[in-house]
């Protein structure tokens, strides 16, 4: 009895051991840092429990490019066997992730390329291009085709004219051989690989995965930074501490704890960002005027936030449509703010007006047009004048007169006095 269970156990483990998955990722719609955390974290999974292969699907328009970047690395330095499979488009950063499988497979209404850069910039372009080239021809594929998707101006006669960024259907693709096969569904995928018989795994992003995605979506950086900044400068303007510093710290928590958990940021940004905060309400509310320690605090807090982006151009664009934003709602709402008790103690809100004794015009210069005088300094244009026994502050229409020249007032303007040399 002992040595059936023993062998019944036996049995078992080998089952468990040679018994292998296979592991079907998608990567669809737009290609950002929380789907490339997500793939990393899936690829994962399958090499830790040695899967036997593993299916990227593919339907998507593109996104960004390091974000792409850093799931054809995952693919590429991965210890499992990883193959592609267009089941839409592969355009742009889907191209370039779709190239990076150790085979390709196509769905028959399916296109691949278009991965022209935006912004157009030589620079780009030209490493872009590379980025391409290399992964193709990792794979043993064609690498001016592979150029061609990203750069307009390689020409492949026959193929793709200069001027054009390639774009290749399944058919064609299969023809040049980008691809590996055009067929129909997953399973004729799998049958193909010997694998139709094993146990499927569809990986899917967890919920923490789907909001951080959300999250880091350029668009909604820039809405969570607007929304953290007006309420932390609604806040400095009110007394005690309200609604407007909550939501704005908790904005703020929301935009650094996507792209921690994506993978973006790490706690020391979080340190940074609060650091800069401290030191920028320091010199609002302890330190009289604004010097060093303000401009410390402004630099740690912008500072937190480009480093949170693998993207120093994407971070500045996105910190840019933060601030206009938050400038344009500052603008609405400056009706509201030039009541709170900050503003009223650094903005003079007085009225000076008639019915309270203030009069606009100095009394001794009312009277003062046509009357002749002495210029006591040499005016250029403005410098001092005697009239009437008074030393009276004026000026010419722009010429120079010299000190000691009769001058007559030719106009009173307000609180100016225009002279003219007496002739």
């Known amino acids: 009895m002992r040595k059936m269970s023993l062998v019944l156990c036996l049995l078992l483990l080998v089952s468990l051991v040679v018994s292998a998955d296979v592991y079907v990722i998608p990567v669809k719609g737009t290609i950002e840092h929380g789907v490339s955390s997500f793939v990393a974290r899936a690829v994962r999974t399958a090499e830790r429990n040695r899967a036997d292969l593993v299916v990227v699907e593919i339907d998507s328009l593109g996104g960004l490019v390091d974000a792409a970047l850093d799931i054809r690395d995952t693919i590429i330095r991965s210890n499992v066997p990883i193959v592609?499979?267009?089941?839409?488009?592969?355009?742009?950063?889907g191209a370039l992730i779709a190239l990076a499988g150790?085979?390709?497979?196509?769905?028959?209404s399916s296109s691949i390329g278009s991965a022209e850069t935006r912004p157009k910039e030589e620079?780009?372009?030209?490493?872009?291009?590379?980025?391409?080239?290399a992964t193709a021809e990792t794979r043993g594929k064609d690498g001016k085709l592979a150029e061609a998707m990203?750069?307009?101006?390689?020409?492949?006669?026959?193929?793709?004219?200069?001027?054009?960024?390639?774009?290749?259907?399944?058919?064609?693709?299969?023809?040049?051989?980008?691809s590996d096969g055009t067929i129909d569904t997953l399973n004729i995928l799998l049958e193909i690989k010997g694998v139709a018989d094993e146990n499927i795994i569809a990986e899917?992003?967890?919920?923490?995965?789907?909001?951080?995605?959300?999250?880091?979506?350029?668009?909604?950086?820039?809405?969570?930074?607007?929304?953290?900044?007006?309420?932390?400068i609604l806040e400095f303007f009110t007394a005690g501490w309200g609604a407007a510093g909550t939501v704005g710290i908790l904005s703020l928590a929301l935009?650094?704890?996507?792209?921690?958990?994506?993978?973006?940021?790490?706690?020391?940004?979080?340190?940074?960002f609060l650091v800069g905060?401290?030191?920028?309400?320091?010199?609002?509310f302890i330190i009289p005027g604004f010097g060093i320690v303000g401009l410390l605090g402004i630099i740690g807090i912008f500072t937190s936030i480009l480093l949170s982006f693998n993207s120093l151009a994407q971070g500045v664009w996105v910190l840019i449509a933060a601030i206009a934003l938050t400038g344009l709602m500052l603008k609405l709402l400056w009706k509201h703010l030039k009541k709170a008790p900050l503003l009223k103690k650094i903005v003079l809100d007085a009225s000076l007006d008639e019915k309270q004794g203030y009069t606009a015009v100095s009394e001794?210069?009312?009277?003062?047009?046509?009357?002749?005088?002495?210029?006591?300094?040499?005016?250029?244009?403005?410098?001092?004048?005697?009239?009437?026994?008074?030393?009276?502050?004026?000026?010419?229409?722009?010429?120079?007169?010299?000190k000691g020249v009769t001058v007559r007032v030719i106009e009173v303007k307000g609180n100016r006095v225009i002279v003219e040399e007496d002739k």
């Open 277 to 284: 905060l401290l030191l920028l309400g320091l010199e609002i």
């Open 364 to 402: 001794k210069i009312v009277n003062l047009q046509g009357k002749i005088g002495q210029t006591l300094s040499v005016m250029r244009p403005a410098g001092l004048v005697e009239i009437d026994g008074q030393r009276i502050s004026a000026q010419t229409a722009g010429e120079f007169i010299e």
């Open 102 to 108: 150790e085979e390709l497979y196509m769905v028959s």
């Open 84 to 93: 592609t499979f267009v089941t839409g488009r592969a355009w742009s950063a």
């Open 150 to 178: 990203v750069d307009s101006d390689v020409e492949i006669p026959g193929i793709n004219p200069k001027g054009k960024i390639l774009n290749l259907t399944a058919k064609d693709a299969e023809t040049y051989k980008i």
């Open 123 to 133: 620079k780009i372009i030209s490493a872009l291009r590379r980025e391409f080239k």
């Open 204 to 232: 899917e992003p967890t919920g923490a995965e789907k909001f951080a995605r959300f999250l880091t979506e350029p668009i909604v950086s820039s809405l969570l930074l607007t929304i953290g900044f007006l309420g932390i």
């Open 255 to 272: 935009f650094f704890g996507g792209r921690y958990l994506s993978g973006l940021a790490g706690l020391e940004h979080v340190v940074i």
